[in-house]
């Protein structure tokens, strides 16, 4: 069973919004750091934004896109407003048991989701 599962990309159009859920299987996942990666054909994954007690974000997405835990879900969303086909990108959930900041490196995170595809088209 995977630990971390997203779910809820698509296609939508420019100026549209979307949400992504990662699920985990383990609990409780509020104690978790969980982080969003995305990556693009032909570009390295890079950090979007991640969560503990507080949430950061990449400056690319700063504004528009919104991190938040669904304790009930045992899940966190990204929730993408102002979509552009810019954030066209296969979008992935990470996370770590241990506490501490919130890294933007990949090597920082033990578990990984499978990945879910976000196309925005203009």
């Known amino acids: 069973q995977a630990l971390l599962v997203e779910s809820g990309g698509g296609l939508v159009q420019a100026g549209d919004s979307l949400r992504l859920s990662c699920a985990a299987s383990?609990?409780?996942?509020?104690?978790?750091?969980v982080a969003w990666f995305r990556q693009s054909p032909g570009k390295e994954r890079e950090f979007v934004g991640g969560v503990n007690w507080a949430t950061v974000y990449a400056d690319a997405v700063e504004g528009r896109f919104t991190i938040s835990r669904d304790n009930a879900k045992n899940a966190v969303n990204l929730q993408m407003s102002s979509l552009s086909p810019e954030d066209t990108a296969v979008y992935y959930c990470a996370a770590r048991a241990s506490g501490g900041v919130i890294s933007s490196r990949r090597e920082h995170y033990d578990y990984w989701g499978q990945g879910t595809q976000v196309t925005v088209s203009s």
């Open positions: 383990v609990r409780p996942f509020s104690r978790f750091t």
